[in-house]
């Protein structure tokens, strides 16, 4: 949900938040919090995502942001990089309401009752809606304890947050099953398609977590080779990788030795967007038989990234890994989380099984009216 994101405007220079966070600690800050695209076209622009916090905040509220970002809690990079984005859509629907630029206490709890609403409108998931109000109210929260302790926070949890159901297969990531992922890879038209398909599958991995690593990520370690990893919640991980995988890495990687693992034609690091467009052209190419006739994989559902680590947590339930072990190599923090996948594919299971008990009583009734036509 990246709506409400303003460019950045032209000739607009980066307000610097004073001299108690030095020139390096800056460039540190905007190296860690890297580039976004404004768009989701390959041809719109890119931007440091410090220098659009810059712009789109006050003075005051860009160093509180800046102080919230560089909390212990919020080390690791992908973190840092998922709430600046939050912030810019609260920026972005700051300035809808005609209050731009951001700051801190400009929205009220009328505000946020508002923007919730708005966002049922639109059908956001929940767990969007979710993030983003936790997002802010963090924000605020930090804030009031590190030199703003008249601030009011907007966000009442009992009216504002969306309740979330674990197990609602309605809005759940939908899970390619064993011979749609193999008709994926093998609509491959590169190398480097296969690669993205194979990595993001067989390490269960986030996409945030490959487009951040760096070719010095690679390691080898007893004659295999092996991606070290900064995982959600700043957890360093240093993960096999099978023999498919590392042969497709190394044709990648070629003889560079530093900077982005994953590349485009040009050089430049890949973002989460081009991952994506890469994935769903393969999921419009990609065909299975099913019941004598060729149908898409998902149904004809988009596949994103998160399919990829969906399906492979879900393949290992399939396969009765304990669920313990699933946890660990998923890097859920909650088990509930884990549990949820197995709940939900029991139900799966269970479900199909009692509609077609259903189904032994009709036989042949639809026929009646099918055939004919």
């Not at 997002?135 to 969306?162: C, F, K, M, Q, T």
């Not at 052209?281 to 149904?299: D, H, N, P, S, Y």
Request: proline share 4%.
């Amino acid at each position: 949900m990246t709506t409400n994101l303003p460019a950045v405007r032209p000739g607009a220079g980066l307000e610097r938040p004073g001299a108690a966070i030095g020139e390096e600690v800056i460039n540190h800050l905007r190296e860690e919090l890297g580039i976004v695209r404004l768009g989701y076209r390959p041809t719109d622009p890119k931007v440091h995502r410090l220098d659009l916090l810059a712009e789109l905040c006050d003075r005051a509220t860009f160093q509180a942001v800046i102080k919230w970002l560089s909390s212990g809690k919020r080390r690791a990079r992908t973190t840092r990089q998922a709430y600046a984005d939050d912030i810019r859509v609260w920026a972005g629907f700051t300035e809808a309401l005609a209050r731009g630029p951001f700051r801190l206490g400009a929205l009220s709890y009328e505000d946020i009752t508002t923007w919730k609403l708005l966002m049922e409108a639109r059908e956001a998931r929940p767990r969007s809606v979710a993030r983003r109000l936790s997002s802010l109210s963090s924000l605020h929260e930090h804030a009031r304890r590190h030199g703003w302790p008249d601030l009011v926070n907007p966000i009442d949890s009992e009216d504002h947050r969306p309740h979330i159901d674990r197990h609602d297969t309605s809005s759940a990531t939908p899970v390619l099953e064993v011979d749609e992922l193999q008709a994926v890879v093998q609509n491959a038209d590169t190398a480097f398609e296969a690669l993205v398909v194979l990595l993001l599958y067989t390490l269960a991995g986030r996409v945030s977590e490959m487009c951040a690593a760096n070719v010095q990520n690679r390691i080898v370690r007893g004659g295999r080779v092996h991606l070290d990893l900064t995982r959600k919640g700043s957890k360093e991980r240093i993960l096999p990788l099978s023999a498919s995988v590392a042969d497709l890495l190394e044709l990648h990687v070629g003889d560079r030795k530093k900077d982005a693992l994953l590349v485009d034609a040009d050089g430049r690091r890949i973002d989460r967007f081009e991952v994506d467009r890469i994935l769903t052209r393969l999921g419009k190419r990609a065909t299975v038989i099913r019941e004598g006739k060729t149908v898409r994989v998902l149904g004809g559902r988009d596949l994103t990234p998160h399919v990829m680590r969906a399906s492979r947590i879900t393949h290992m339930i399939d396969t009765k890994e304990p669920l313990a072990e699933i946890q660990a190599f998923a890097d859920h923090a909650d088990p509930s989380t884990t549990i949820g996948y197995f709940t939900r594919r029991e139900a799966s299971k269970r479900n199909t099984k009692l509609v077609d008990k259903a189904e032994e009583l009709f036989v042949g009734v639809a026929s009646r009216w099918t055939e004919a036509a």
